[in-house]
Structure formats: structure tokens, C-alpha cells
DNA sequence: CAGTGGAGGCTTTTT
DNA sequence: GCCTCCACTG
């Protein structure tokens, strides 16, 4: 077999046409599961291993770390050591090599810092002290989320306050202003200046693009429809000469417009590349049919789109299960239950199944039902590695060491460990160096050397910062021979951090451990030479939300929010909180592409899907504190009803050999009697059919009605909604 | 300056 | 209901 038939095998027609569409710009529209990585992959193969284009002269983007990880592994398999010569990055980290590389025309040193989000509301605040702008009538939550929208579409401080569409919008571009000279001055940027930045450089800079185009010959975007204005145009700048730029991607998909993902790019990449061919992979080898039929039934309600007619040809399958529980303690309990018939009954395992939601708040309860049954879980996202404080407190060490401008991090540093500088201190030192012309650093240094002389400043303060300043001279001085671990070493030595941690924190054992963690990670540094390996740790400290996620283990449930569920698959997968207010969420009810986008969510989640879905939702739910009746999800009614079923009556879960299992706690019983409404009382619901009225109690304004239906069993109904017609 | 308690707040979060 | 941020007290 040649190696091109080699590579096109087992591949559909479409699959193969966009592997072998090779010239010219090219449109993959990829429904769930239609063997998208699949696709992407083996055409890189085709260039590489049939067209005998260099793996050199290949650039594959994609959004996460995960995916490109998985790309290339998969490419290893196909293209063979040659994959080690392919460019496969995420934009960010793409971005952040070329900043490296040629930042200086940007005003930027190759030591530069990249700012997380905690560290970016820092900045931002300080910017709106410095033009006056009180915090408590202008959230720097907000301030932060306009100038990062701003950026996203390529925008500058000027190009805000040009184009302002709201007087928020106005102070805010003041603030962009100042937040920008305050990033410059730190040699640091952003999450969004890594991209903004790179766009600036290439389009200011013709020889630095001109250096790229000449690299790579074929570029490819993953996920296409999540990209931002400034992500597009990077492609689009990066295609510029060979004009061979292939990007994937499924507008159904796509749940990340909040955080300025475009889904015009589609239609722009279609109007300024008119000749692009478009390739739609349609057929699903992932879900059953009732599945996926239900997933295009709900899909359909959205006005905005285009129909793909997905189709498998898996046609046998178990029907959605649609069901209703009292509250999110059963409704918990309901998937427990399940997880362990399917395993009893079907041979599934716990790790088959994901429990998937909208807000992380849901997760609680899951996990407390987990522990309370001895089931095994995994929960994905909650507080990042890098995120924690600890963590954070020591990379910003090493961040100080490797970029002495970077003041958030000196200041974020300089009293921890405490040793005597407060706010009040670092102001004075801030207005000290302010007034001396000089960077916070040079200030730190020129004080200590004067030993406490200038009249400006307390004795104390001078001496406690010299202490200071000693310090991190020291570490700086070890920072050039010591390998990137021993320097992690020597800082948490010189500040006494551990001591530290048991002095402050009850869980200091666990925060200690998180330490221990960043250095492991550091590990992999440990051969390169002293600036390097902290040039590189600090890249990947900022540019990897996780540590290697754990192991899959095959007996542990997962819990998951839906976004992060996107391009993940599992053969069992139970939506949790199927309610209007959280899928549709409260903050997206009146808008109807917010409402759109819902759906996509609940679409995405739907199509994780393989065998079996079940949709659940819960009669009451507690909400910030309150316990409120909450009604079905309006998505419900969009799945075709010929596709649903109720499930068997409700299984209890049963305990697991390793597990400590407690009955679960009684759901509380209102009290019968009310409104007319008594315990025995015969009537009839359009849906259910005849009932007892078990007992009725008031919940808000309204009343609580549980009723034994003949048929249907036994229902907690809201006497507003529920339309009951007494009886006899 | 540092540690504690009350008020307010609150989707989602690839990088 | 829980977490974060700020203000106040020791």
C-alpha cells in the first residue's frame, strides 16, 4: 500500500476530501463527533508523508494545551519522528514564542512577564487609583472585561476611547490607558496583549512577517469557531503569502462568545477567501441515534444557524432519559443509583459515566453523594494549580528573579513572608520611588545602599526593605549558577517559606504539598542552563492552566462543568440541572444570542454523549442560600418527545465494598391541609392522569402539592403550574 | 501591622 | 451557602 492510500484509509468521502484538499484555503465544518482530530491529523500526515512537504513548514493552532498534547501524539503515530519538527501550539503559547523572539520592536524584553487574570485585576486597580476612578461605582471586574473585549478586537487605549459605546466604556478606555503604561513599565502583558501584541508586531513589521511566511507554508486552526477578532487576524496575517490556511469548526458548537469568540470569523474567512472549498464531515460515529437525533432536535430551535443534517449509522440505541427528582440531594442520588445499575446490569464503568452542569456550585452536592456512597469521582477544574496562592506566591518569586521590573509581583511578594512591610510601607516606598524618577527595583536598591540616609524615608522602613533587598540580591546572584529546582530550593530556604505556611494556614500540610508540586514541575527545566530553565518554567507556569491532569482511572465517576466537557467524550453522560435559571442560566434570559448559545451548551453537552444520556432536573433546588421550586429547562420540550422515556422506577443506590454508606437523610414532608387541598383528596393532571394528594405545603407564594398518581407515581407538583382538578 | 468578622457578591473560564 | 474583600481592632 502506498503511504497515500495508506493515510486515506478507513477515512469517509468528506473525511478524505479535506485530507487531500492540500492547495488553497480550505473550510472544514465538523459536527460532534465526525472524526475532526482525525481528519486534522491525517491531512498533516498527507502533506507530510505524500505531498513531502517539511513537518518544519507546518503550523497547527489550537486552543488548549490538551488538544495540541493530543495532536501530537497522534502525529508521532502517523508521521514518526518527524512530528518533533511539526509546529503544534496553542495561540497563546504561539504568540508568547514570537514576543520572546522579536518583542523588542513591541518595547519588549525577551524576559517578559505574562500576567494572569488575579494579577491583571491588581493592575487594574492600581490604574483606576492612578485616574481617580472609585472602585465601588466602577467594578474593576467590569473595567477589566471591557478592556479585555477591547484588546480581543484589536484595539488600543485610543481606538477605546474613539469608538466608545457607553459612558462606562469611556472612564474605562482612561483606565486602559494607564493600565497599559502601568504593563509597559512592569515589562509584562496579558493573556489578550499575547495575541494583540503579535498581531501589532507582524503588522508593523513586515521583515518579522516576512520571516514567518517564509517558515511555514500551511497553517491550521482548530476550533475555529471559538477565535477572537485578534486570533483571526493573526491567522489570516500568518496566511498572508501562500494563502494555504485550513481551519476547522462547527458554529453549533461554539460557547465561548463571553469570552469574545466571533462566530463571524466563519463568515469572514468565507468573504475573504472566496475561493475556499468547504468540506462538511456530517456523518457521527460517536452517539446512538436517538441521542444524536435528540441533539439535532434541540439544536433546530436556533434561529441563527445553519443545518448540517448529522446523521450515524448507529441507529439502535437506548432512548434520552428524561427525568424529574425532588431536589438536588436526589437528584444526585438518582445518578448514583444509576451509575451503579448501568454497572451492574450493563457492564458499564464508573469512569464511563461523566456528571456534567452548568455552574461549579453544582458540583457539591455530587461530590458529597459520591463520598457518601463510596463512589470514586473525579472533578475537573475547581481552583487551578497555578492559581493557588501558595503556588503563586512562589513562582512570583522566581518571576521577580527573572524580571526585576515586574512590580506585581514585588509587591505581591515583599511581605510575604511578613516581615514588617504593610500597605502603609509599600506606598511610602512607592511615593519614594516615584518621586526619585526611578523603577520600583532601582528605587528598592539605591535605598538600601543609602542604609536609611534620605530624609524621606522612616529608619524603619529603609530597614526592613534593605532586608529585603538583600535578599532577593542574593537569590538573584544564585539565580545564574543555581539549575531551575535548586533555585526553588534556595528561595523557599532564604524566606522561611514553610515555617511560614505552618505558621499561617491550619492546612499548611496541603499548601506545603502544592509546593512541593511546582517543584516537580520544575523537574523537567532542570538541565537547561540557570536563565533558561526559568525562562521556560515560568512560560509554562503561565501558559498551562493545569498540571497534567491525573490519570483516567477507570472507576471514578466524572464531574465536570459543560464547557469544560467540549471535545471530551463519554459512553454515559448525565446532565444535571436541566432548569430554567441554570441551563438556560438567569443571566442569559433576555437575551436571545445569549439564549442561543444556551442551547449550543446544552448541544455540546448532549452530543459528549455515546450510549446514553439522561437528563435530569430537580423540583426545587437551593440557590444562594434560599431553596426555591425551579421549572423544567424550555430545552426539554425542544427534544423530540418519540426520543425520551422515564426511567425505571428509581433505583436506590447500594453501598460499595470500600465505601461508607449512609441511608440518605429523609426529604422533609410539608404539612398537609392547605388551600383547600387535603391529604386524600382525589385529582386529576392533564399530564399524570388521577391521583391522592399526599400533602401540600406552602414554598414562597405558592404551595407544594405531592401527589400519588395511579400511573405516573408519585409527583411534587407546584399548585400554580400544575393545574389539578379536584375529584369527588 | 496582622489577624479576624461582617457585608456583599455571585455563570461559564480553552489561555 | 460559601467565598472574597475590606474595615476594624488588638
Known amino acids: 500500500m502506498t503511504a497515500a492510500q495508506q493515510i486515506v484509509d478507513g477515512l469517509n468521502a468528506p473525511q478524505r476530501e479535506a485530507v487531500e484538499a492540500i492547495e488553497g484555503p480550505l473550510l472544514i465544518v465538523a459536527g460532534p463527533g465526525s472524526g475532526k482530530t482525525r481528519v486534522i491529523t491525517h491531512r498533516i500526515a498527507y502533506l507530510v508523508r505524500v505531498v513531502g512537504i517539511s513537518p518544519y513548514r507546518i503550523l497547527a493552532v489550537t486552543f488548549t494545551n490538551k488538544a495540541a498534547r493530543e495532536m501530537k501524539e497522534r502525529l508521532q503515530h502517523l508521521v514518526g519522528e518527524r512530528a518533533d519538527r511539526l509546529s503544534v501550539s496553542t495561540f497563546h503559547s504561539f504568540c508568547a514564542g514570537v514576543l520572546r523572539r522579536d518583542g523588542k520592536h513591541m518595547g519588549l524584553e525577551s524576559t517578559f512577564t505574562i500576567y494572569d487574570d488575579e494579577d491583571q485585576m491588581n493592575v487594574v486597580k492600581q490604574a483606576m487609583e492612578q485616574v481617580d476612578l472609585d472602585p465601588k461605582r466602577y ?62 508586531l507582524f503588522r508593523d513589521h513586515d521583515d518579522v512577517l516576512a520571516s514567518y511566511h517564509r517558515r511555514y507554508i500551511h497553517v491550521m486552526i482548530d476550533e475555529f469557531q471559538d477565535t477572537n477578532v485578534a486570533q483571526y487576524a493573526l491567522a489570516k496575517l500568518l496566511a498572508g503569502g501562500h494563502r494555504n490556511i485550513c481551519v476547522v469548526g462547527d458554529a453549533d458548537q461554539s460557547i465561548y462568545s463571553w469570552r469574545h469568540a466571533d462566530i463571524r470569523n466563519i463568515l469572514s474567512f468565507q468573504k475573504d477567501y ?11 460515529y460517536r452517539s446512538t441515534a436517538p441521542i444524536l437525533n435528540a441533539a439535532k432536535g434541540l439544536i433546530s430551535a436556533n434561529r441563527m444557524r445553519l443545518d448540517k443534517e448529522l446523521w450515524t449509522s448507529q441507529s439502535e440505541g437506548h432512548p434520552v432519559v428524561v427525568h424529574e427528582l425532588y431536589n438536588e440531594e436526589e437528584e444526585a442520588q438518582f445518578v448514583l443509583g444509576e451509575v451503579d445499575r448501568l454497572g451492574k446490569e450493563d457492564g458499564f464503568r464508573a469512569g464511563d459515566c461523566a456528571v456534567m452542569y452548568r455552574v461549579n456550585a453544582q458540583s457539591r452536592v455530587l461530590e458529597e453523594a459520591c463520598l457518601r456512597y463510596g463512589v470514586k469521582y473525579r472533578l475537573v477544574g475547581g481552583v487551578r494549580f497555578y492559581q493557588r496562592r501558595e503556588v503563586k506566591d512562589v513562582t512570583s518569586y522566581l518571576r521577580l528573579i527573572h524580571n526585576p521590573d515586574d512590580e506585581v509581583s514585588l509587591s505581591r511578594v515583599i511581605n510575604v513572608p511578613a516581615r514588617g512591610i504593610g500597605q502603609r510601607s509599600l ?65 523557599l530556604e532564604r524566606t522561611g517559606y514553610q515555617a511560614y505556611l505552618q505558621h499561617r494556614y491550619e492546612d499548611s500540610e496541603e499548601r506545603w504539598e502544592n509546593v512541593r508540586e511546582l517543584r516537580n514541575a520544575a523537574q523537567e527545566f532542570r538541565e537547561l542552563e540557570p536563565p533558561e530553565g526559568l525562562g521556560l518554567l515560568l512560560e509554562r507556569q503561565a501558559l498551562v492552566a493545569d498540571v497534567d491532569s491525573y490519570e483516567e482511572s477507570p472507576d471514578a465517576v466524572t464531574l465536570i462543568t459543560l464547557h469544560q466537557a467540549k471535545g471530551l467524550e463519554f459512553p454515559v453522560v448525565f446532565m444535571v440541572g436541566m432548569e430554567e435559571g441554570l441551563l438556560p442560566h438567569f443571566r442569559s434570559r433576555d437575551n436571545d444570542q445569549e439564549l442561543e448559545e444556551e442551547r449550543r451548551l446544552c448541544y455540546v453537552g448532549m452530543t459528549r454523549s455515546k450510549e446514553r444520556l439522561y437528563l435530569l432536573r430537580s423540583f426545587r433546588r437551593g440557590f444562594m442560600g434560599g431553596n426555591a421550586p425551579s421549572g423544567p429547562s424550555r430545552f426539554l420540550y425542544e427534544i423530540p418527545r418519540d426520543l425520551t422515556a422515564s426511567p425505571a422506577p428509581a433505583p436506590t443506590p447500594q453501598r460499595s465494598s470500600w465505601g461508607m454508606w449512609e441511608p440518605p437523610a429523609p426529604s422533609p414532608r410539608p404539612k398537609p391541609d392547605v388551600d383547600g387541598l387535603k391529604t386524600g383528596q382525589k385529582v386529576r393532571h392533564a399530564t399524570f392522569g388521577e391521583g391522592i394528594v399526599v400533602s401540600c405545603a406552602p414554598s414562597g407564594d405558592d404551595y407544594e402539592v405531592t401527589v400519588a398518581f395511579d400511573g405516573a407515581g408519585v409527583k411534587r407538583l407546584l399548585l400554580s403550574y400544575a393545574k389539578l382538578d379536584r375529584l369527588g
Open 139 to 200: 467594578p474593576p471586574r467590569a473595567v477589566q472585561g471591557v478592556i479585555s473585549r477591547a484588546k480581543s478586537l484589536l484595539m488600543d487605549s485610543h481606538a477605546l476611547r474613539q469608538g466608545h459605546q457607553s459612558f462606562f466604556e469611556e472612564r474605562a478606555a482612561s483606565v486602559y490607558q494607564r493600565y497599559e503604561e502601568l504593563l509597559a513599565r512592569n515589562n509584562g502583558v496579558d493573556f489578550d496583549d499575547l495575541l494583540l501584541k503579535t498581531v501589532q
Open 274 to 284: 472566496p475561493e475556499a472549498r468547504t468540506v462538511t464531515l456530517a456523518q457521527n
Open 427 to 491: 506606598e511610602e516606598v512607592r511615593r519614594w520611588a516615584q518621586g526619585q524618577g526611578l523603577p520600583m527595583y532601582q528605587a528598592l536598591l539605591k535605598m538600601a545602599e543609602g542604609g536609611g540616609a534620605d530624609p524621606l524615608l522612616s529608619a524603619r522602613v529603609t530597614r526592613l526593605v534593605s532586608g529585603f533587598v538583600d535578599l532577593l540580591l542574593g537569590l538573584t546572584e544564585e539565580s545564574r549558577r543555581l539549575d531551575v529546582v535548586d533555585l526553588i530550593d534556595a528561595v
